[in-house]
């Protein structure tokens, strides 16, 4: 099993950047692919990226394409989620997740992080 803590969530105003981590531990974190997802009030969660195990494949929802980057440190057990031009309906709680099978348009994950908030005004 592996245990996921987000961190990096804030309050930001429209057009400015913002970085998530996702910090893991217990099992070896290269078995895993790697995702992110967010959820906003009165909405049901959403997938917004996701990563190989080895960092070599990514994938964005297209509501993301072009601002969001994702990204993985093998080594510091680490994900990391780079968030520009944020708009305010990027406003969520975003969670980390994370998966032994590979695969990384498989939006299936068992293993979940607690989440951080983003909010982004206008």
């Known amino acids: 099993q592996v245990q996921l803590v987000e961190s990096g969530g804030g309050l930001v105003q429209a057009g400015g950047s913002l970085r998530l981590s996702c910090a893991a531990s217990g099992r070896t974190f290269s078995n895993y692919r790697m995702g992110w997802f967010r959820q906003a009030p009165g909405k049901e969660r959403e997938f917004v990226a996701a990563?190989?195990?080895?960092?070599?494949?990514?994938y964005y929802a297209d509501s993301v394409k072009g601002r969001f980057t994702i990204s993985r440190d093998n080594a510091k057990n680490t994900m990391y989620l780079q968030m520009n031009s944020l708009k305010p309906e990027d406003t969520a709680v975003y969670y980390c997740a994370a998966d032994p099978e590979m695969g990384v348009t498989n939006k299936a994950y068992n293993y979940w992080g607690q989440g951080t908030q983003v909010t982004v005004s206008s």
């Open positions: 990563i190989s195990w080895n960092g070599g494949m990514t």
